[in-house]
């Protein structure tokens, strides 16, 4: 059903129209942006589910492939295709578009600065979020990489709050410093690779690459991807980011744009380069633990929410980046399973921590204290989504991480034990945070304020259901992700070279792990 | 003693050069002959005229491959493509010299004595539209820099040389306001450019003693099989690699170029940072890859430090210029180092990429000028960065159009800079110059700041009281900044075409 469908570039370019129409549309029908801006994004959801409906899982690693000539000269196409992890990416910007949007709904109207031009933003974000997971060229999954920081550095430094100047900057800077290492490798990719930008074909080519030239190639992807994710030590923009940006822009920056960095390093680093990727994988898994340990002491120190949740977000990438260096089909499954229900739960947190911080007209945690018993059912989705970033069993975090962690596990032992001490701690941030903003005596200043007596409204109500429903869902029942997942992952590991350990035979018969 | 023979002419290879030295003569006439009320008009459009006249003999002559007049004439794929950019980009500069709306009387001073902004100086700027004899000497400028790229030996290069910089040391003073910046400019022009065509002069002599000629293909002949001392060789090429290093900007070669760009006129410093940039990587390719080609393992590291040298200057001093037009100066500095990445590439590849960053640098910079020219206030342009402060709420198309420019000079792909960037650096890693790509990447990441700050200064900084108008862009004006716009998202989106060209044009004839 619809396999010969152009689906990706149609996906990728239909966003984009969006964002010219809605930049076009005067300030004065600011509504009537917003309204096209959220139909627009429902379109590209539709249109993504009929996708996942004509994936095949069976089917060949890559699907839905377009290729259309770009430059001749250098061997660049316009090449589209999907792999399992590519399309459950795809499916989850395609969810959180729609409710980022109705979720910023009345965030820029009190500022001086222009409604539409906000949305038009974010669509073409989207654009460039799309572009990136559903490129299979990689010239063109640069270009998408480079680009995809100007709608967020106008997102961040026009419509953020605080120090947004600096964290606009520093958010473009890092991020190009990132891309421009990458660029040094793309270079020299093409040039040893054969003049050709082709990923299937680069893969079959690497092979050729002499060993030390292959593991600086291999650096300079690493590294762009290390910053984008970020993984430690890379990682200081993030909480900038994230406390600067608009509260739906940063559920976007995390839940989205973060991702780019872990599925670069599971598509290019891991599949261009296995040997550079076997030989730096003990870097890789020390950095990720580290990431998961500091950034989560470093979350429980936090007094601003948006930095708080930016750290956790943080750690949780630890996790996904042990997951992927494990090289087991289990982990890296778990890691890219981790990706999708991170950008489900962390999405669900900023976007609950905005309309606290809408209400309150402060992010600092001790400008609030008691607000459950002013807005109880906020409160409520407030302590959910907490649970789920904390992984508790029956939310979806919890089966990526167990994933993680045993499939670490089995081959690294060590790693999986220190990570673990990550979950304690994520239990210590999260429901500090909640007991010190939402629990205890209510904090007089907050009864003063008109805004924080009004409950959870109808519109945030539609925001938050989606998301909730999907975290329990797939808390339950994760298979059919799995099952799209799975293969690609596999595809990955063979590339890389990695078996899976064989399961043995203990003395009694039974099998162990 | 036998007769002196003329050598045999090819005057349709010559076509573009006679039309615009004709041109340029002729607008010497005009200047007597036409009222002055009707100069400007004649003027702008005589040059106009003849610079479109000059492109289609460039056209018409794609295919030809040949020596001419003697051996001093080379018309080859590079002279042409290099020529048909020159005219294109002269001819862009033009409209911006040609601008009279947006300052009444022009940029041009119309006589030095007059003070700016009194009572006879209004009057005349009111009757008289500026100073028209700019035209003709933009012209010969013109003229001189297709020669300059055509020339197959190495006096012919001295003279095209000498022809298109002396215009320019003229162009460089005539501003109308900040006279004295202006003046001291075009001095320090003029002096510093003249030590490096004497240093030019001086290296082809030493050449003329290794070689026994000054043609480039008996250099290159006596470089593979060198009859005399090496240390003439090495002495003339460093030498002469001097004089054209000044006029690419490369560093230690660069001092002037800061202070030449912010005291010339706009429009001026437009064409010069477009077209001599050309014209000048244009001489370089030819000598280098012509005349040297055999030195290379010699010359490759010291060029490549120059290179580095380069970028570094340029991307470290832009980011503490608090003047935009110095800012760009710098930016064309750096600019010039990646251009000598592609030129080192010494493969086929380098030519072909180098030419087609000029081409869309070339595009980039007039626009980035055109927008200087346009935000002023009482006292002219207002350059200095603070005052751009908030201009994306006051005028968001300018601000935008000029962001756009700007990611373009960052490098951010779907623009012209990210594909030409591209081109220069896979040429240089294909040619064996890793390091050099290296060099490049990281200073491209110290040279987004000031970039980047600019932006940041007219989006996300509040407009203060000091934030001047900005003027309403004259047709010409809005020409240039609607054709630099375009080339630079062509250039970023579809660069295939002009690739090709490139490629088909990168064969030097010997």
């Given at each position: 059903?619809?396999?010969?469908?152009?689906?990706?570039?149609?996906l990728?370019?239909?966003?984009?129209?969006?964002?010219?129409?809605?930049?076009?549309?005067?300030?004065?029908?600011?509504?009537?942006?917003?309204?096209?801006?959220l139909?627009?994004?429902?379109?590209?959801?539709?249109?993504?589910?009929?996708?996942?409906?004509?994936?095949?899982?069976?089917?060949?690693r890559?699907?839905?492939?377009e290729?259309?000539t770009?430059i001749?000269?250098?061997?660049?196409?316009?090449?589209?295709?999907?792999?399992?992890?590519?399309?459950?990416?795809?499916?989850?910007?395609?969810?959180?578009?729609?409710?980022?949007?109705?979720?910023?709904?009345?965030d820029?109207?009190?500022?001086?600065?222009?409604?539409?031009?906000?949305?038009?933003?974010?669509?073409?974000?989207?654009?460039t979020m799309?572009?990136?997971f559903?490129?299979?060229?990689?010239?063109?999954?640069?270009?998408?990489?480079?680009?995809?920081?100007?709608?967020?550095?106008?997102?961040i430094?026009?419509?953020?709050?605080?120090?947004?100047?600096y964290?606009?900057?520093?958010?473009?800077?890092?991020?190009?410093?990132?891309?421009?290492?990458?660029?040094?490798?793309v270079?020299?990719?093409?040039?040893?690779?054969?003049?050709t930008?082709?990923?299937t074909?680069?893969a079959?080519?690497?092979?050729?690459?002499?060993?030390?030239?292959a593991?600086w190639l291999?650096?300079?992807?690493?590294?762009?991807?290390a910053?984008?994710?970020?993984?430690?030590?890379?990682?200081?923009?993030l909480?900038?980011?994230?406390?600067?940006?608009?509260?739906?822009?940063?559920?976007?920056l995390?839940?989205?744009?973060?991702?780019?960095?872990?599925?670069g390093?599971?598509?290019?680093?891991?599949?261009?380069?296995?040997?550079?990727?076997?030989?730096f994988?003990?870097?890789a898994?020390i950095?990720?633990?580290?990431?998961?340990?500091?950034?989560?002491?470093?979350?429980?120190?936090?007094?601003?929410?948006?930095?708080?949740?930016?750290?956790t977000?943080?750690?949780?990438?630890g996790?996904?980046?042990?997951?992927?260096?494990?090289f087991?089909?289990q982990?890296g499954?778990?890691?890219?399973?981790?990706?999708?229900?991170?950008?489900?739960a962390?999405?669900?947190?900023f976007?609950?921590?905005?309309?606290?911080?809408?209400?309150?007209?402060?992010?600092?945690?001790?400008?609030?204290?008691?607000?459950?018993?002013?807005?109880?059912?906020?409160?409520?989705?407030?302590?959910?989504?907490?649970?789920?970033?904390?992984?508790?069993?029956?939310?979806?975090p919890?089966?990526s991480?167990?994933?993680?962690?045993?499939?670490?596990?089995?081959t690294?032992?060590?790693?999986?034990?220190?990570?673990?001490?990550?979950?304690?701690?994520a239990?210590?941030?999260?429901?500090?945070?909640?007991?010190r903003t939402t629990?205890?005596t209510?904090?007089?200043?907050?009864?003063?304020?008109?805004?924080?007596?009004?409950?959870i409204?109808?519109?945030?109500?539609?925001?938050?259901?989606?998301?909730?429903v999907?975290?329990l869902?797939?808390?339950?029942?994760?298979?059919?992700?799995?099952?799209v997942?799975?293969?690609?992952?596999?595809?990955?590991?063979?590339?890389?070279g990695a078996?899976d350990?064989v399961?043995?035979?203990?003395?009694?018969?039974?099998?162990?792990? | 003693?036998?007769?002196l023979?003329?050598?045999?002419?090819?005057?349709?290879?010559?076509?573009?050069?006679l039309?615009?030295?004709?041109?340029?003569?002729?607008g010497?006439?005009l200047?007597?002959l036409?009222?002055?009320r009707?100069?400007?008009?004649?003027?702008?459009?005589?040059?106009l005229?003849?610079?479109v006249?000059a492109?289609?003999?460039?056209?018409?002559?794609?295919?030809?491959?040949t020596?001419?007049?003697?051996?001093?004439v080379?018309?080859?794929?590079p002279?042409?493509?290099?020529?048909?950019?020159?005219?294109?980009?002269g001819?862009?500069s033009m409209?911006?010299?040609?601008e009279?709306?947006?300052?009444?009387?022009?940029?041009?001073v119309?006589?030095?004595?007059?003070?700016?902004?009194?009572?006879?100086?209004?009057?005349?700027?009111?009757?008289?539209p500026?100073?028209?004899?700019v035209?003709?000497l933009a012209?010969?400028?013109?003229?001189?820099?297709?020669?300059?790229?055509?020339?197959?030996?190495?006096?012919?290069m001295?003279v095209?040389?000498?022809?298109?910089?002396?215009?320019?040391?003229?162009?460089?003073?005539?501003a109308?306001?900040?006279?004295l910046?202006?003046?001291?400019?075009?001095l320090?022009?003029?002096?510093?450019?003249?030590y490096?065509?004497a240093?030019?002069?001086?290296?082809v002599?030493?050449?003329?003693?290794?070689?026994?000629?000054i043609?480039?293909?008996?250099?290159?002949?006596?470089?593979?099989?060198?009859?005399?001392?090496?240390?003439?060789?090495?002495?003339?090429?460093g030498?002469v690699?001097?004089?054209?290093?000044?006029?690419?900007?490369l560093?230690?070669?660069?001092?002037?170029?800061?202070?030449?760009?912010?005291?010339?006129?706009?429009?001026?410093?437009?064409?010069m940072?477009?077209?001599?940039?050309?014209?000048?990587?244009?001489?370089?390719l030819?000598?280098?890859?012509?005349?040297?080609e055999?030195?290379r393992?010699?010359?490759?590291?010291?060029?490549g430090?120059?290179?580095?040298?380069?970028?570094?200057?340029g991307?470290?001093l832009?980011v503490?210029?608090?003047?935009l037009?110095?800012?760009?100066?710098?930016?064309?500095?750096?600019?010039?180092?990646?251009?000598?990445?592609?030129?080192?590439?010494?493969?086929?590849?380098?030519?072909?990429?180098?030419?087609?960053?000029?081409?869309?640098?070339?595009?980039?910079?007039l626009?980035?000028?055109?927008?200087?020219?346009l935000?002023?206030?009482?006292?002219?342009?207002?350059?200095?960065?603070?005052r751009?402060?908030?201009?994306?709420?006051?005028?968001?198309?300018?601000?935008g159009v000029f962001?756009?420019?700007?990611?373009?000079f960052a490098?951010?792909?779907?623009?012209?800079?990210f594909?030409?960037k591209?081109?220069?650096?896979?040429?240089a890693?294909?040619?064996?110059?890793?390091?050099?790509?290296?060099?490049?990447?990281?200073?491209?990441?110290?040279?987004a700041?000031?970039?980047l700050?600019v932006v940041v200064?007219?989006?996300?900084?509040?407009?203060?009281?000091?934030?001047?108008?900005?003027?309403?862009?004259?047709?010409?004006?809005?020409?240039?900044?609607?054709?630099?716009?375009?080339?630079?998202?062509?250039l970023?989106?579809?660069?295939?075409?002009?690739?090709?060209?490139?490629?088909e044009?990168?064969?030097?004839v010997?």
């Open positions: 059903m619809f396999a010969d469908f152009p689906f990706l570039s149609i990728t370019l239909l966003p984009l129209v969006g964002a010219a129409v809605v930049a076009f549309i005067p300030r004065s029908k600011a509504q009537l942006a917003k309204l096209v801006a139909g627009w994004s429902l379109v590209v959801l539709v249109l993504s589910v009929f996708m996942w409906a004509a994936f095949t899982i069976d089917g060949d890559f699907q839905f492939r290729s259309y770009w001749p000269a250098w061997g660049a196409n316009f090449t589209f295709a999907a792999d399992g992890i590519a399309l459950v990416m795809l499916m989850l910007i395609a969810i959180l578009f729609p409710v980022v949007i109705l979720a910023s709904w009345n820029v109207d009190q500022s001086t600065r222009s409604a539409p031009a906000y949305f038009a933003l974010l669509l073409s974000f989207e654009f799309i572009g990136v559903a490129a299979a060229d990689v010239f063109l999954f640069y270009v998408f990489f480079e680009i995809m920081l100007i709608p967020m550095y106008f997102i430094g026009s419509f953020g709050s605080g120090q947004k100047q964290a606009a900057v520093k958010f473009f800077l890092y991020s190009l410093v990132g891309g421009l290492f990458m660029l040094a490798s270079i020299g990719l093409w040039v040893l690779g054969g003049h930008f082709d990923f074909e680069l079959k080519s690497t092979a050729a690459i002499d060993q030390n030239t593991r291999f650096l300079g992807f690493f590294v762009a991807f910053i984008k994710a970020p993984f430690f030590p890379f990682h200081t923009w909480p900038d980011s994230g406390g600067a940006a608009p509260a739906g822009a940063a559920a976007l995390v839940g989205v744009m973060d991702k780019v960095g872990t599925f390093i599971l598509r290019y680093c891991l599949s261009l380069f296995p040997e550079a990727s076997r030989w994988a003990p870097t898994m950095l990720a633990v580290i990431g998961i340990i500091y950034a989560a002491l470093l979350a429980v120190g936090q007094n601003d929410l948006k930095r708080l949740v930016s750290y977000s943080i750690a949780h990438f996790f996904i980046g042990i997951g992927i260096f494990a087991t089909t982990a499954t778990g890691a890219v399973l981790y990706m999708v229900n991170h950008g489900l962390t999405g669900l947190l976007i609950v921590v905005g309309m606290f911080v809408a209400r309150r007209g402060s992010s600092l945690v001790s400008d609030f204290g008691g607000a459950g018993k002013l807005v109880p059912v906020l409160a409520g989705v407030l302590f959910f989504a907490g649970l789920a970033s904390l992984a508790l069993p029956g939310t979806a919890f089966v991480e167990f994933l993680v962690l045993i499939g670490t596990f089995s690294n032992k060590g790693y999986a034990v220190v990570a673990t001490i990550g979950i304690v701690l239990a210590a941030y999260v429901l500090w945070m909640i007991q629990q205890g209510l904090n007089p200043a907050l009864a003063e304020l008109p805004a924080m007596s009004k409950d409204t109808l519109r945030e109500k539609a925001v938050v259901a989606p998301l909730i999907l975290l869902v797939l808390g339950f029942y994760p298979k059919p992700v799995i099952d997942i799975n293969p690609a992952v596999q595809a990955t590991m063979q590339d890389v078996k350990p399961p043995t035979v203990e003395a009694g018969g039974k099998v162990g792990g | 003693m036998e007769p023979k003329l050598p045999p002419i090819d005057y349709a290879a010559l076509l573009p050069m039309i615009l030295f004709g041109a340029a003569c002729a010497v006439l200047e007597v036409v009222p002055r009707a100069r400007n008009i004649a003027q702008l459009s005589l040059s005229l003849a610079i006249a492109l289609v003999a460039v056209i018409m002559e794609r295919g030809t491959r020596i001419t007049i003697g051996g001093a080379a018309v080859d794929g002279t042409l493509f290099l020529q048909g950019s020159i005219l294109v980009l001819g862009v409209l911006l010299i040609g009279r709306s947006i300052e009444r009387g022009g940029v041009f119309s006589q030095a004595a007059v003070t700016v902004g009194s009572q006879k100086d209004m009057k005349q700027a009111g009757g008289q500026g100073a028209t004899e035209y003709p012209t010969f400028a013109l003229g001189g820099m297709l020669l300059f790229v055509a020339a197959n030996d190495l006096l012919t001295f095209a040389l000498e022809v298109f910089s002396l215009p320019l040391y003229l162009l460089c003073a005539l109308r306001r900040r006279r910046l202006s003046q001291e400019a075009a320090k022009y003029f002096l510093l450019g003249s490096a065509s240093f030019f002069l001086f290296g002599a030493f050449i003329y003693g290794f070689a026994g000629g043609q480039l293909s008996v250099v290159h002949d006596a470089v593979a099989n060198p009859q005399r001392s090496q240390v003439l060789l090495y002495v003339g090429l030498m690699a001097i004089g054209l290093l000044f006029k690419a900007a560093a230690p070669f660069h001092v002037w170029t800061p202070d030449v760009y912010q005291g010339a006129p706009t429009p001026v410093t437009a064409f940072a477009a077209c001599t940039k050309v014209a000048a990587f244009g001489a370089l030819r000598v280098l890859y012509v005349a040297f055999g030195v393992w010699d010359f490759q590291p010291v060029l430090s120059i290179a580095v040298l380069t970028m570094f200057t991307a470290i832009a503490t210029q608090t003047d037009k110095r800012l760009l100066a710098y930016s064309s500095i750096a600019n010039a180092g990646y251009l000598m990445v592609g030129v080192l590439a010494l493969n086929d590849e380098g030519l072909s990429s180098t030419m087609f960053y000029l081409v869309a640098y070339g595009f980039s910079v626009a980035a000028f055109a927008i200087i020219s935000v002023r206030d009482s006292d002219g342009e207002a350059t200095h960065l603070s751009w402060a908030g201009i994306g709420r006051k005028s968001p198309l300018l601000a962001t756009l420019i700007l990611l373009a490098g951010i792909p779907l623009t012209s800079g594909t030409s591209f081109a220069v650096f896979g040429a890693f294909e040619g064996g110059q890793t390091w050099l790509v290296i060099f490049g990447v990281v200073t491209s990441m110290l040279l700041f000031p970039y700050r200064l007219m989006w996300l900084s509040e407009p203060g009281e000091s934030t001047p108008a900005v003027s309403i862009p004259g047709f010409l004006t809005s020409a240039v900044l609607a054709l630099g716009l375009l080339v630079t998202v062509g970023g989106v579809a660069p295939a075409p002009l690739i090709e060209l490139t490629r044009a990168a064969q030097f010997r």
